[in-house]
């Protein structure tokens, strides 16, 4: 699994750690157009592919049976960071579909709202799991669960919700998986190829061009979270401030471990990028770098230099160093 | 800076994550016994120089003067992780040698004690700086900064203190140092190879051998870290459980950025880590798989085992993956 560096971690005189990855940039037809290390790499693309494992809710009619707005479709591609409206918006969904957050399968997590985390504290409040990042997902697997009629555990690699995840995984990025990793959510995360993963992102780049059930639902989720950059992750994210920040539509979204995608509409192209050591410093610096090269972000706005070349700063607040992506990468 | 893969992140069947890095062992003539990746390559070794930088407040007589007992020794040498003890501790020897918290330039970090971060949230106080984990070394810095009759600024790289570091630093590493980082607690950071800071650790391994005042200084700092495991770092923490669950006394040492260190003694050889990407799961499981290696830590104790082969838990806490060294690592 040949990696190639992407991003390094200068403090003072020295580059003191270096992130290696891969990265595949994929076009319409499906073919890779640019690669950094090796498209058949086979990886875990976690949160990242949100979007693939929502295309069921959509392509079956449950969303339209539940009446889903895209806020909805937007959370249900989400990796949300547990603000009070990221919790509101999906107590909300839960309600209008009959269910509770006992029915969600995610398990707790604490939000990563410092206000809402500190205030939680203070009143001596567990979190539940309304407030993990994954919620919106859940939700989604549970509205398109009662709408099959199926069973309760929806998390189950058997049940049909699942199987149906598979099935839209597997076409979309062009591949049989290669099993599945079960996830921070408990939900089943189904692998595939660097490559494989970059086509599906320009399957969902190109999608708004046909009108096959699939194509039509992959569309109305990237328009979801292109009109909802806050509720696809939250207030000084990078996938939301990266989207709020680009000179077109695009839709960007982070994964556990290092990895990140993203899909440009306007050029129907799609990214796939892993770094290998897992690290997210590493992978919000590595796309904003792709993004960069690719025109659609400028490095001279704020909110795209705070993830190119985010200062580290000390317990005094002193800047020590810097990350900065590789010369390769932006251009 | 080519680097070998030492640590990997599984997840079902898949490996998710790889962590690569050098690693030195070096016997008490300073000579590189096994290497793994580049013992040439330049690194700031962050915390795990601690014991470096403790040397001057030894050797100059500044500890002896102020009667610091091994309990301080070790807290110069620690990352603490600013629980109550840590605390305590340090503003008690603040107080003994005139100062007060103010003094300390390492600037505010909120404690890594779940029960007293949590106290202090609910009771709205914020963490001053002798809850840095650098407190300690920054107290040691007070201390001979009073005895050396020099000024406040004890963290200026040409400030005496720093000076007297530097000197120390080159000597025991065997090598003129490249330059200086500014660390998270706003000391200068001064650079070495890997096979420098092998060195030094073989240095501190062998000083109870030897009388020269610089060796004696080294003698006392690793008896202190010996004798002070839960100084050092914690309650928990990979530092503390290692050296208490170690079949020999043994210091280690960890540093920000996958910096870890070993000093043993009883064999006379010293061991230097760094994973390339900087994290900290790897350099605790690459450390431990050096130690098991070299006979030290036994695999089938939990407290080594929790380092060696940590699960990976969900939000569920069902059992999701594993870190795993690699093969060529542990024996």
Redesign the interface.
């Given at each position: 699994?040949p990696t190639v560096p992407m991003v390094e971690?200068h403090?003072?005189?020295?580059v003191?750690?270096?992130?290696?990855g891969h990265a595949v940039i994929c076009d319409g037809t499906g073919e890779a157009v640019e690669v950094w290390g090796d498209q058949a790499a086979?990886?875990?693309p976690r949160s990242s592919a949100k979007m693939l494992q929502a295309l069921p809710l959509v392509s079956s009619g449950a969303a339209h049976a539940a009446g889903l707005d895209s806020a909805r479709l937007a959370l249900a591609c989400a990796s949300h960071q547990g603000a009070p409206m990221h919790m509101a918006s999906v107590q909300a969904w839960l309600s209008d579909i009959g269910c509770t957050e006992e029915d969600l399968?995610?398990?707790?997590?604490p939000s990563r709202d410092k206000d809402l985390r500190?205030s939680m504290?203070?009143s001596g409040k567990h979190p539940g799991?309304v407030l993990?990042n994954c919620s919106g997902k859940h939700a989604g697997f549970l509205t398109l669960a009662r709408y099959l009629k199926a069973g309760p555990d929806y998390v189950a690699p058997d049940h049909p919700v699942q199987i149906a995840c598979r099935v839209a995984f597997e076409e979309v990025t062009g591949e049989s998986s290669?099993?599945?990793?079960?996830?921070?959510?408990?939900a089943p995360?189904f692998?595939t190829t660097m490559g494989g993963m970059a086509r599906a992102m320009a399957f969902f780049a190109t999608a708004h061009q046909r009108s096959d059930v699939q194509s039509r639902s992959a569309a109305v989720l990237v328009s979801a979270m292109m009109a909802n950059p806050v509720l696809v992750a939250g207030e000084g994210r990078a996938c939301t401030l990266l989207m709020q920040a680009a000179s077109e539509p695009v839709a960007i979204k982070t994964g556990a471990?290092?990895y990140f995608v993203a899909i440009l509409p306007a050029r129907g192209i799609g990214v796939a990028l892993k770094i290998?050591?897992?690290?997210t410093r590493?992978s919000e610096c590595a796309m904003t770098a792709l993004l960069v090269r690719l025109g659609v972000l400028d490095p001279a706005l704020p909110d795209v230099a705070r993830f190119l070349n985010p200062p580290i700063r000390?317990?005094?607040?002193?800047v020590?160093?810097e990350i900065r992506p590789v010369a390769g990468l932006t251009g």
């Open positions: 699994m971690i403090r003072g005189p020295f003191e750690s270096v992130h290696s086979t990886v875990l399968l995610c398990g707790p997590q500190f504290i203070r799991p993990n290669a099993g599945f990793g079960i996830d921070g959510c408990s995360n692998a471990e290092g290998a050591d897992g690290a590493a000390n317990w005094n607040g002193l020590t160093g």
